[in-house]
């Protein structure tokens, strides 16, 4: 049994906070950031605004998107790592949000930057075995809760957003999320953590050296499995941390980067949310095409790793 993508909506807080506004609040410079990084903006949340807000805008605009009311989903993936609350689940509180009446299930995947093909990853398996007809998966983070200002390596690197797609049950199986890809090594959790005073801790050469590996890897064994090369893909939407890490795997797995979508100059690293919110980008300007094949590999703390095909 395959699926389909029937809806999409993502969410970015309404305040830009530039290069040049962290020049004036930390010794950094413009130039040292984009060099680096390629970040030029980021957005970040009020702080009266959470994580389960963000969902709840993503989640509602994916539903708008899909012309479907929430009771029309009978399943609710949550990729956070960064919520508020323990418990419940930023799942169900959205359900809730929304005035869910149908009691699906819903529940919060813990991924990190990898969070959100876990959740994929999660939906393509409740969809092989028949189990779900329409799951929403919304990847939510608000990193600016995990920001250390007074630590300059990590603080310009991270924003706040949300997005939401909706796949549906299809009799196709060569359509939706076709495949998928997760991975994890625990033994390298010192690379990248957050802290109980809810801080990052990075190790960032190890991190990058990390990240410019796994990616190609996850993206080549979905391209083997799936018996496909560059040259099938359309799109890729690597995980959005870093200009550098995004070229680097373009170029070991000798993809043009004009097939390679960038966000992370306007949204910086959005951990498990940016490539939902790079692919809801590229929808809204007119970038991606339905029926076109998009890879997404990603990376992040844990260390995880992973990749999904998907047919958009
Ligand atoms: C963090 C990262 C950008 C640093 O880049 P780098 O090339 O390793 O850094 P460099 O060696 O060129 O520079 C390090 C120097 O810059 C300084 N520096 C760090 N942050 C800075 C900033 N925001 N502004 C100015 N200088 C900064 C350091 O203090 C260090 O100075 P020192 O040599 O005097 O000690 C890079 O390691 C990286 O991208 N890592 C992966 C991060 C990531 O994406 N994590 C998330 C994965 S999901």
């Known amino acids: ?183 994890s090594d625990g033994g390298e959790y010192e690379c990248l953590h957050g802290t109980p005073d809810s801080k990052i801790v990075m190790n960032g050469p190890e991190t990058y050296k990390k990240a410019v590996q796994c990616m190609p890897d996850a993206a080549r064994y979905i391209m083997e499995h799936a018996g496909i090369t560059a040259e099938n893909v359309d799109w890729i939407i690597p995980h959005q941390a870093n200009l550098r890490i995004i070229n680097s795997c373009a170029e070991r797995l000798s993809f043009p980067m004009d097939k390679i979508l960038v966000t992370v100059d306007r949204h910086a690293n959005t951990s498990s949310a940016s490539g939902v919110l790079a692919l809801a980008y590229a929808f809204d300007n007119g970038m991606i095409k339905p029926g076109q094949l998009v890879l997404y590999p990603a990376f992040g703390s844990g260390l995880t790793w992973g990749a999904a095909l998907i047919r958009v």
Request: aromatic content about 8%; charged content about 20%; proline content about 2%.
């Open 1 to 183: 049994m395959g699926n389909r993508l029937i809806g999409y909506g993502s969410y970015l807080p309404s305040r830009i906070m530039t290069n040049q506004d962290f020049e004036r609040i930390m010794d950094t410079t413009d130039e040292w950031i984009t060099t680096r990084t390629g970040i030029r903006e980021r957005r970040f949340a009020r702080d009266d605004e959470s994580v389960f807000d963000m969902a709840t805008i993503a989640a509602t605009r994916a539903l708008e998107n899909a012309n479907l009311t929430i009771d029309d989903i009978d399943l609710v993936i949550v990729s956070s790592v960064t919520a508020e609350l323990d418990f419940p689940s930023v799942a169900v509180q959205v359900m809730g949000r929304l005035g869910a009446k149908n009691n699906a299930p819903a529940f919060d995947v813990r991924g990190a930057c990898t969070g959100y093909i876990y959740g994929l990853h999660c939906a393509r398996a409740f969809f092989a075995a028949g189990i779900h007809r329409r799951i929403m998966i919304i990847g939510a983070e608000k990193m600016t809760r995990f920001i250390d200002m007074t630590d300059r390596s990590t603080a310009v690197l991270f924003g706040d957003g949300a997005g939401a797609l909706i796949f549906e049950h299809s009799s196709s199986s060569y359509s939706g999320i076709i495949d998928t890809v997760i991975m």
